[in-house]
């Protein structure tokens, strides 16, 4: 624009046949030159004082050409983008009006007169060229207002990604605690238990010592076939091919063989197929259940109930060993195990059911789970309660 400009006034004062058309023509391109050497200059772009210099220089070589030619009060124009872009917003603003008067005034000046008719084509040039200039800034801080906003976006996105997969790996780790606590760990235990069996019965009654070790060797193929399961798909391979019930029932069956304990199972209600989290965690629960029992409850006798209730399944274990206080529970010791309940009660929390226990001293332990079919409508949360457990020969009750 600046050129075109500056071409249009120095073609028409030769045109014309003005006079001092050459040293209109001369002004014009003093005023390029000077107008060049600017983005040239490396100061100009870095320092504020530099470009407000550059202007300077470039105004006095345009009031100059002012003053010989009419035809340059249009260059104010771009003049004005120009003091805008580069200078502080009110130095800016201050520059342009001293232009857009000097403008008018110059062509005035020339015509010999002055009317308002001449007062508005560079007033509102001014205009335009500030409405455009600061409209232009205010998009440009809003996009970088923008940009920053995006770049916290992303590096939140990418701090939550980062708490989202330690959440995920810490919960995988739970899990396969539990899982471990569940099934390998109580295994084990149960070997352990049946070789000490064997060990004392070996001096006097050798039958007996052969058939613990025998029990043990298949508690050891089952744990086996659970570690190998771990690696396949971490499924319990006794619901494999079977439903919840009968894998129960063979739970019982092998936990009375083994333990000399009286364990029965109970089915109640119409079964129906219970999704595959759940027949896990009823699966897993009764496992340690029945694993603490034999381990702690020194019971005689231990019952196992499935209860299919319409919207909720519920899973009951009651036994009549020597009890304990449930408020008075050691903390989990990995060395001596005690993971059990925390991760039935995890288990449990996972698929939003509920879980008690009645306990006392003496007086046997009942554990009830309850586990909702429809995730849409939770469990009422049951009122705690450390009262004695019910008489195993009674029908528990979820």
């Not at 998009?139 to 923008?146: P, T």
């Not at 976006?153 to 989202?164: E, G, I, K």
């Amino acid at each position: 624009m600046v050129v075109g400009l500056l071409a249009l006034a120095a073609v028409r004062a030769v045109a014309d046949g003005r006079p001092h058309a050459g040293w209109v023509v001369a002004g014009t391109a003093v005023c390029g030159l000077v107008y060049a050497a600017g983005p040239a200059l490396p100061r100009v772009r870095r320092s504020r004082r530099a470009a407000a210099l550059w202007l300077t220089v470039l105004g006095a070589v345009w009031l100059v050409l002012l003053g010989l030619s009419a035809d340059a009060v249009w260059v104010a124009f771009p003049l004005n983008f120009l003091q805008l872009h580069l200078l502080p917003r009110r130095a800016g603003l201050a520059a342009v009006v001293a232009t857009a008067a000097a403008a008018i005034a110059g062509y005035a000046a020339h015509q010999g007169t002055f009317g308002i008719a001449m007062a508005i084509g560079p007033a509102l040039g001014a205009a335009v060229a500030v409405a455009v200039v600061w409209g232009y800034q205010a998009l440009y801080r809003e996009s970088d207002q923008r940009r920053r906003l995006i770049e916290e976006l992303t590096a939140t996105r990418s701090d939550l990604a980062a708490a989202q997969h330690t959440a995920g790996v810490l919960a995988e780790r739970e899990r396969l605690a539990r899982e471990i606590h569940d099934t390998l760990a109580q295994g084990l235990s149960s070997i352990q238990l049946l070789l000490r069996a064997a060990e004392r019965a070996l001096p006097t009654a050798p039958d007996n010592a052969a058939r613990y070790v025998d029990q043990a060797r298949q508690a050891a193929v089952d744990n086996l076939a659970e570690a190998r399961r771990f690696v396949v798909a971490l499924a319990p391979p006794a619901l494999e091919g079977t439903t919840l019930a009968d894998a129960l029932e063979r739970l019982c069956a092998t936990t009375g063989t083994r333990h000399q304990i009286a364990a029965d199972f109970r089915l109640t209600g119409e079964p129906v197929p219970l999704p595959t989290a759940h027949e896990v965690a009823l699966l897993r629960i009764a496992q340690s259940a029945l694993a603490n029992t034999v381990r702690h409850a020194e019971a005689r006798s231990a019952d196992v109930a499935l209860h299919h209730l319409g919207d909720h399944v519920a899973l009951d274990v009651v036994d009549d060993g020597r009890g304990f206080d449930p408020d008075r529970l050691p903390a989990p010791d990995p060395e001596a195990g005690g993971f059990g309940l925390a991760a039935m009660r995890s288990r449990v929390h996972a698929l939003g059911g509920t879980l008690t226990i009645a306990s006392a001293p003496g007086e046997g332990t009942a554990l009830t789970v309850r586990l909702p079919l429809d995730l849409t409508k939770p469990l009422p949360t049951p009122e705690p309660t450390t009262t004695p457990a019910p008489d195993p020969a009674r029908e528990a009750r979820p």
